[in-house]
């Protein structure tokens, strides 16, 4: 039996070990812990939606109407109208044919790859997508291949090089630990080329980018042919909790019928879906939102640049540091948290050895000023953590 006890122990010396922080009141651009107000750098609450008045009065006109819980998986009696009346508005938004709601992202990515994909056939994936993608091609059976970041010539030599068999091409829309965007026109044509499944996950781009917040794979100019499979999240610029994945009514029916994960799991509470829907109306017509969100990028990264700092080349709301060690991380993200900032450190494994990295996130919600403070603070961090390596020497 292993040493539960001794592998923790490594994993505090490797300054890996992790550890939750516990939020007094509701989600926002300052947050309380342990009775200390923050600036947070570090949600997904990308156009500050998870605290708006109409989504938390739709959230308790829900309850009012529906409960507090489903009672059951959605192919028993758990698909509340609010659930079937929000997927019949997603597709709507993202101008597909059909939407089917998931519990959470991960859930829905395994539903979909699982479902479409056996032991002989093959799944092609960028080698930074997120962990769900990749799970779900090993629980999958299938091969998983895996090509080099946003490389679509390796993609395509390797669909070339492939047997015969079912074959699904699966990328992140923008990437969550970098925040750039993958290819999407020229990997819709290689995975055409090669008559393989195009599914795009647009966690982070779903109401951020594209025409009125519709997404990444819509602000590509592509449609449902091009991308047959889209899985979007609910839990992050919509402020609410779920997924969804949209597609032609055939791909729909066959997850109903196959994916585990959505036959064999509890339906979210019908009340979360109401508090979505009022999110998706602040979503459509919300342009402010998405305008003032770019402008703060474009402020951060102009005074970061004028600062010297080591950003990814993201144009999203996320927009990573990178520092280097883990060590390095965390003292740098400690630096910040005595100056009131809340960034968290970000390293191993979910990053690569020697990219550990501060993930600056901004919302919508996030003043000109807040991000003036923000530099400042890295500055005089920056500071810090040079002064502290010169005395080490």
Aim: hydrophobic letters at 45%; one cysteine or more.
């Amino acid at each position: 039996m292993k040493n539960l006890a001794s592998q923790l122990q490594e994993r505090r010396q490797q300054q890996l070990y992790r550890e939750r922080l516990v939020v007094d009141g509701p989600q926002g651009v300052v947050v309380r812990i342990d009775g200390r107000d923050y600036l947070s750098f570090c949600s997904n609450d990308y156009l500050g939606l998870a605290n708006h008045p109409e989504v938390v009065a739709a959230f308790h006109h829900g309850l009012d109407e529906f409960g507090s819980g489903s009672g059951a998986a959605h192919l028993i009696t758990g698909h509340s109208r609010a659930h079937h009346v929000l997927e019949e508005e997603l597709a709507s938004f993202v101008q597909r044919p059909r939407a089917l709601l998931f519990s959470t992202g991960y859930s829905a990515n395994l539903g979909i790859i699982s479902s479409l994909l056996g032991r002989s056939d093959r799944v092609f994936e960028d080698r930074l997508n997120h962990a769900s993608l990749l799970d779900a091609a090993r629980l999958s059976n299938a091969r998983l291949l895996r090509y080099p970041h946003v490389d679509t010539e390796v993609l395509a030599s390797q669909l070339a090089a492939a047997p015969a068999s079912e074959y699904l091409v699966a990328t992140d829309a923008v990437f969550s630990m970098d925040g750039d965007s993958a290819p999407l026109a020229r990997l819709s044509a290689v995975a055409a080329q090669h008559d393989a499944w195009l599914l795009v996950d647009d966690a982070h781009g779903l109401g951020v980018l594209g025409p009125h917040g519709r997404g990444s794979v819509a602000g590509a100019g592509l449609g449902v042919s091009e991308v047959p499979i889209l899985m979007g999240t609910l839990g992050k610029a919509f402020g609410t909790f779920g997924a969804f994945v949209a597609g032609s009514d055939d791909l729909v029916e066959t997850l109903i019928q196959q994916a585990r994960t959505y036959i064999y799991t509890t339906a979210p509470p019908p009340a979360v879906a109401c508090a979505t829907r009022a999110a998706l109306q602040r979503v459509r017509e919300d342009d402010w939102r998405r305008e003032h969100l770019q402008a703060l990028i474009k402020r951060f990264r102009t005074g970061a640049m004028q600062l010297g700092l080591a950003l990814c080349d993201s144009q999203t709301p996320i927009q990573p540091l990178l520092v280097g060690t883990a060590g390095q991380a965390l003292k740098f993200s400690l630096a910040l948290r005595e100056q009131g900032i809340l960034i968290t450190a970000i390293r191993p494994p979910t990053v690569a050895e020697g990219s550990s990295r501060l993930r600056i996130t901004f919302s919508a919600m996030h003043s000109e000023v807040q991000v003036d403070r923000l530099l400042a603070a890295l500055e005089r961090a920056g500071m810090a953590a040079r002064d502290a390596a010169g005395a080490a020497r």
